[in-house]
């Protein structure tokens, strides 16, 4: 029997994983943007959607495997490469291969819910059940970034698909912890990716990017580079030797701070702390995960206790809130900020800080300014949360939505 390149097995293996809690001919789509991680992926997903569940006592069956690939049309010869990556999809025997043009992002175009707002679905306020992963921050990228998961999910619904796999590997989950941690964020962000959210699934979230590669490379898939992922021409990235490879620039000289954080943080820390550091925020990111799932839960159950019934406002029992340890308290009053519009990114410590002190340091002050124009104010003992009004285009007035808990 011939020996399988090894990064080809860890591959296989964690899609086989995901794949084993399918039924017969269950259809799986991936997202591949033509780059090394959706690739090796996709070859790894073809590979494994003929024998899921085969082991010596069974034969298994088989589950559908198809493909999305996004095109953003933010780079010349972006509709060349999202057809190249679909050609290979297809000649890896997925079926169907859909590509897809994604809406461009306006002008103005905010961010996505971050990471920070991922949580289980629970039960009170602002716990609706979240499909949708992010990343780091606002601005074009956070907005790209909506548009390609509005994209598959709408494929995924179109098809009947019962997941999507997406590319995302232990390097992009270090990656996201150290965003998390610049910014000064909680333990849900700083808990990263989930392996598993809604419809979507992260089968190489212990797998490096290297891996990646090598499985491309043992399948003879040549897998395209996002220059947006390079560094300026002339920065040099610091390597274990101490020496510097110099890396191709970036067009419009525009380099993302994911990029900036791979290409010169990473480099920099396994440099100065040894190898083991992309492993050991993985971990982190894990046990941190565990943790804020649990309050969570807490918190959301905290928030129903709270809640009374007002038609109008969202209406909280500011002794019952403050009853409650200062952590749970402090992410229940989060979740019902963002039930009344807040977006997670915007929503920050210091909105929770003016929050928490209408419950416990009450003293007559006025109401709370929330992001998104919503307020909150403290009277006869309880906690009024109100959306922002907003106008529409017939000249009629309405009430902005809760904003979905998403990843």
Do not use: K
Not at 106 to 122: F, H, L, S, V, Y
């Amino acid at each position: 029997m011939a020996r399988v390149d090894p990064a080809v097995a860890a591959a296989r293996n964690a899609v086989r994983e995901v794949l084993t809690r399918l039924g017969r001919d269950e259809l799986v789509l991936v997202a591949c943007s033509g780059g090394a991680d959706s690739l090796a992926l996709a070859a790894s997903l073809a590979f494994e959607a003929r024998r899921v569940g085969r082991s010596v006592r069974s034969r298994g069956h088989a589950v559908r495997a198809g493909a999305v690939v996004v095109d953003h049309g933010l780079q010349e010869g972006s509709a060349e490469v999202a057809e190249r990556a679909a050609e290979q999809c297809r000649s890896l025997g997925l079926d169907p291969v859909v590509v897809r043009r994604a809406a461009a992002p306006g002008p103005g175009a905010t961010a996505a819910p971050d990471a920070a707002a991922e949580r289980r679905p629970g039960r009170g306020l602002g716990t609706q059940d979240a499909t949708r992963p992010t990343f780091d921050g606002g601005g074009p990228e956070a907005a790209a970034r909506d548009a390609r998961y509005a994209v598959l999910e709408a494929v995924a619904t179109e098809t009947g698909a019962a997941l999507v796999l997406l590319g995302h590997t232990l390097d992009d989950q270090a990656e996201q912890v150290l965003l998390g941690l610049a910014r000064g964020a909680g333990a849900r962000s700083l808990a990263g990716m989930p392996r598993e959210r809604g419809i979507f699934r992260r089968p190489f979230l212990g797998l490096r990017r290297a891996q990646t590669e090598a499985v491309c490379a043992a399948s003879g898939l040549d897998f395209w580079t996002d220059p947006t992922n390079l560094l300026p021409d002339g920065d040099v990235v610091v390597t274990r030797a101490g020496q510097g490879a110099a890396m191709d620039p970036s067009p419009g000289g525009y380099t993302p701070l994911r990029s900036q954080v791979r290409g010169r943080v990473l480099p920099v820390l396994e440099g100065t702390l040894g190898p083991g550091v992309v492993e050991a925020l993985g971990r982190s990111a894990d046990q941190l995960r565990d943790d804020a799932d649990l309050l969570d839960t807490l918190a959301a159950e905290l928030l129903d206790r709270a809640r009374t019934a007002d038609a109008a406002e969202h209406t909280l029992d500011a002794d019952v809130l403050g009853q409650a340890h200062p952590a749970l308290r402090r992410r229940a009053l989060r979740l019902a900020a963002l039930a009344v519009g807040c977006r997670p990114s915007d929503t920050t410590t210091r909105h929770v800080d003016a929050l928490d002190a209408l419950v416990v340091s009450w003293s007559g002050q006025g109401s709370v300014h929330l992001p998104g124009g919503a307020r909150a104010r403290r009277a006869c003992g309880s906690l009024f949360l109100r959306a922002a009004p907003t106008g529409t285009s017939d000249g009629g007035t309405g009430v902005q939505p809760p904003s979905t808990t998403q990843e």
